[in-house]
């Protein structure tokens, strides 16, 4: 039995967040969830299966989304990222290799084919 993919979501506005968990939970996915980096951080270190981070760039706290994909892809490797945001349009170079931006709002589809296409279990 394969265990199904999970994906951490990283956003500072609860409706916003909890529009992604849904998408994630209804693609099939376990989805966990922070609202900022330092609790993205926690989950990280607590667990050892998440699979992909969906994290957005603007968020209160120690860090932003450029900031905590970077500490994230520096400290496990292994972990898919995915950026989004509404302010910004960020160039894919200033983010860590192998991780994919989307501008908000983004395409519901689309961020499921890429999560699709990142984790295959």
């Known amino acids: 039995m394969t265990r199904k993919a999970v994906i951490l979501i ?4 609860a409706i916003i ?10 693609a099939g996915y376990e989805a966990l969830e922070a609202s900022n980096a330092d609790e993205a ?3 990280l270190e607590a ?3 998440i699979d992909l981070v969906f994290t957005d760039v603007g968020m209160p706290g120690t860090m932003d989304g450029i900031k905590l994909a970077h500490y994230i892809r ?11 945001s509404g302010r910004a349009i960020i160039e894919e170079i200033e ?3 192998g991780s994919r ?21």
């Open 101 to 121: 931006f989307f501008p908000k709002p983004y395409s519901e589809s689309t961020i499921v084919e890429e999560m699709r296409r990142m984790v295959r279990i």
């Open 74 to 84: 520096n400290r496990w490797p292994p972990v898919k990222l995915i950026v989004a």
């Open 95 to 97: 983010l860590p290799e």
């Open 10 to 13: 990283v956003e500072d506005i």
């Open 41 to 43: 951080i926690r989950l």
């Open 17 to 26: 967040r909890m529009g992604a968990v849904d998408l994630v939970s209804s």
């Open 47 to 49: 667990r050892s299966d």
